[in-house]
C-alpha cells in the first residue's frame, strides 16, 4: 500500500479517530488552585472540565525564570493505575521518567495531565482497573471510537487550555514516555498547533505486535488502523520536529516495527536515538529531549 504523508495522512487520522478538528475542541469550564512555590518553581492544580462531559486534572509548573517554551509532559502507563502525572512531575513513580519537572527546572511553563484511567481519573468500576481499561476502550468501540480518540480529545482540550491561558508561549510541545510516547505522537501528528514532540519508548507497528503476540494498551487497537498504513500512517501525518528514542531490546516494541515507523517520518524532522537497552528513559536520553524540546527555532511551515 502506498502510504499517505503530510496533510493526506492527517485526514485519514481525523477519519480514523472519528474526532473534530482539533483546534475546535476546547475546555468548557476551568478551575485553578494554587498548590505551593519554591525557590525555582510555580505549583497549580488545574482541572479542565472536556466537551464530552468529563474531567482532566493537570499539574501545572511554571518556572520563576521561565523561557518561551511550552510543553505538555504525558505520563506513562506501566500498569500502574495509581500513578499519572505525579511521576512526570516528579512527586511519585520512577525519578528517571520526571521528565516534566526535568523540562521545568529548563525553564518550560510545563502542564502534567493525568490520562482517563489514572491517578485522579481512575474508573473504579471494579477491583481490576486493567479490566476496567480493556471494557472502556471496547465501549467507545462500540460507539464507534477508540480510547485513542478519548486521549487525543483530552490532550486536544489541555492543548487549548495552554494557548489560551495567562501569557501562552509562542512555542507549544509535547512529551511523554510509553504510552504517554503514543499519545504525544497522535497528537502531534493531528494538532498543527502543537510545534515539537518527544516520543519515548512509545511507537511500534500493529503488526510487529500482533507477530509478537504483545499485549499493549487498548488504546493502540484503533479501528481500521492497521489496514490504512499502520502506525506508519501515523508517523507521515507528522510535520514538526519530532525527537524519538528507542531501546534496542525493549520487549513491548521489536525494532522491526520501531525501524519501519521511523522510516515513515519525513526524515529532516526527525531526531532517534535508538539506544542500547529496554523500555527505560536513560538520563543522556532525556538530556536529549530536554533539548529538543527547549530549542525555539522555526519550525516548516504546512
Given at each position: 500500500m502506498m502510504q499517505a504523508h503530510g496533510g493526506a495522512a492527517r485526514s485519514k487520522l481525523v477519519d480514523l479517530l472519528a474526532i473534530p478538528e482539533p483546534s475546535a475542541i476546547h475546555p468548557t469550564a476551568v478551575r485553578r488552585q494554587h498548590l505551593r512555590l519554591d525557590d525555582s518553581t510555580r505549583w497549580d492544580h488545574i482541572e479542565l472540565d472536556t466537551p464530552d462531559g468529563d474531567t482532566i486534572p493537570c499539574i501545572l509548573i511554571t518556572p520563576h525564570k521561565r523561557s518561551d517554551v511550552d510543553v505538555i509532559a504525558v505520563h506513562q502507563h506501566a500498569g500502574a493505575f495509581t500513578l499519572g502525572k505525579s511521576e512526570p512531575a516528579g512527586l511519585a513513580g520512577d525519578p528517571n521518567l520526571a521528565y516534566g519537572l526535568a523540562?521545568?527546572?529548563?525553564?518550560?511553563?510545563?502542564?502534567?495531565?493525568?490520562?482517563?484511567?489514572?491517578?485522579?481519573?481512575?474508573?473504579?468500576?471494579?477491583?481490576?482497573?486493567?479490566?476496567?481499561?480493556?471494557?472502556?476502550?471496547?465501549?467507545?468501540?462500540?460507539?464507534?471510537?477508540?480510547?485513542?480518540?478519548?486521549?487525543?480529545?483530552?490532550?486536544?482540550?489541555?492543548?487549548?487550555?495552554?494557548?489560551?491561558?495567562?501569557?501562552?508561549?509562542t512555542q507549544?510541545?509535547?512529551?511523554?514516555?510509553?504510552?504517554?510516547?503514543?499519545?504525544?505522537?497522535?497528537?502531534?501528528?493531528?494538532?498543527?498547533?502543537?510545534?515539537?514532540?518527544?516520543?519515548?519508548?512509545?511507537?511500534?507497528?500493529?503488526?510487529?505486535?500482533?507477530?509478537?503476540?504483545?499485549?499493549?494498551?487498548?488504546?493502540?487497537?484503533?479501528?481500521?488502523?492497521?489496514?490504512?498504513?499502520?502506525?506508519?500512517?501515523?508517523?507521515?501525518?507528522?510535520?514538526?520536529?519530532?525527537?524519538?528514542?528507542?531501546?534496542?531490546?525493549?520487549?513491548?516494541?521489536?525494532?522491526?516495527?520501531?525501524?519501519?515507523?521511523l522510516a515513515a517520518f519525513r526524515p529532516e524532522l526527525l531526531t532517534a536515538q535508538v539506544f542500547d537497552g529496554g523500555h527505560s528513559l536513560p538520563p543522556q536520553v532525556l538530556d536529549a529531549a530536554v533539548q529538543h524540546l527547549v530549542t525555539t527555532s522555526p519550525t516548516p511551515s504546512q
Open positions: 523540562l521545568a527546572h529548563a525553564g518550560a511553563r510545563v502542564v502534567l495531565p493525568d490520562l482517563v484511567g489514572f491517578e485522579e481519573r481512575q474508573r473504579h468500576w471494579s477491583d481490576d482497573p486493567g479490566a476496567d481499561e480493556r471494557l472502556d476502550a471496547l465501549f467507545r468501540v462500540t460507539d464507534g471510537s477508540s480510547l485513542q480518540a478519548k486521549h487525543t480529545r483530552d490532550i486536544a482540550v489541555v492543548t487549548s487550555w495552554m494557548g489560551e491561558s495567562d501569557s501562552p508561549a507549544l510541545s509535547i512529551v511523554g514516555h510509553s504510552l504517554g510516547g503514543q499519545v504525544a505522537l497522535f497528537s502531534l501528528a493531528l494538532d498543527p498547533r502543537i510545534s515539537r514532540g518527544v516520543v519515548s519508548c512509545g511507537l511500534g507497528t500493529l503488526a510487529s505486535f500482533e507477530a509478537a503476540r504483545i499485549r499493549h494498551n487498548p488504546a493502540w487497537f484503533v479501528p481500521r488502523l492497521r489496514s490504512a498504513g499502520d502506525v506508519a500512517l501515523v508517523a507521515a501525518a507528522v510535520e514538526r520536529p519530532v525527537f524519538v528514542a528507542a531501546g534496542r531490546v525493549d520487549r513491548l516494541f521489536p525494532m522491526d516495527g520501531v525501524r519501519e515507523v
